[in-house]
């Protein structure tokens, strides 16, 4: 009898090993955690109570066939939970920031301009320069798909960030951007924390900006 609780013990602590192995193996980082770990913890408070229930019968009269099946049910379970854990979460699952309920309202120059002084950003110039090469004039797809009106992207997730309103995505650049500005020149500071790849990137802002200036800012 000792023998059989020993067995069941000794298997199941390498059934279980084994899937938090796996579940470490098929780790991945995503912008929002993913809706499967709900399911995910579902499966391993089953499997803890059948573990419970197995001390219990193995210290009674379980036979070899008897373990044996619930050595299977197990692995069959631990399964599920692997699979589960490595699941990446659909487009539908993956998480849209939203800082505020904002008026909606066109996206043009004059709008984004109101909604950097809204939010409180500095060097309103270079950064509406940004908006406008980033979203090549405010008509790409992360433009119009995510309103993600500056590159904004997730390393982890390797994705654009994606906002409920482009008004939200002004918001996401002061936290995740301007917030480490402390004064100075501010293309200097872009280049500094390597803003983009493109070696020309702080050049083309500058010209950008150049040529806004006469609309937005000279009365």
Request: proline residues 2%.
């Amino acid at each position: 009898m000792e023998r059989k609780s020993i067995i069941a013990s000794l298997l199941f602590s390498v059934t279980m090993a084994h899937a938090t192995a796996q579940e470490k193996a098929c780790s991945f980082n995503t912008v929002t955690p993913s809706s499967t770990n709900y399911l995910v913890e579902e499966v391993t408070d089953d499997l803890q109570e059948k573990a419970d229930t197995a001390g219990a019968h193995a210290q009674g009269n379980m036979s070899v066939e008897e373990i044996e099946r619930l050595i299977a049910y197990y692995e069959k379970k631990v399964a599920t939970r692997d699979s589960l854990a490595c699941q990446k979460p659909s487009n539908n699952r993956l998480n849209v920031l939203s800082y505020a309920d904002w008026t909606p309202r066109e996206l043009n120059l004059e709008s984004l301009k109101d909604v950097l002084g809204e939010v409180g950003l500095s060097n309103k110039l270079f950064v509406l320069a940004q908006a406008v090469l980033e979203t090549g004039n405010f008509s790409s797809h992360v433009c119009k798909e995510y309103n993600n009106l500056f590159g904004l992207y997730d390393s982890k997730s390797r994705d654009y960030y994606r906002f409920a309103s482009w008004e939200d995505s002004v918001v996401g650049y002061k936290r995740m951007i301007q917030y480490r500005y402390r004064g100075g020149n501010y293309l200097h500071f872009l280049k500094r924390i390597g803003y983009a790849e493109d070696p020309r990137y702080i050049s083309k802002v500058a010209q950008i900006a150049k040529r806004l200036y006469k609309n937005l800012f000279s009365d």
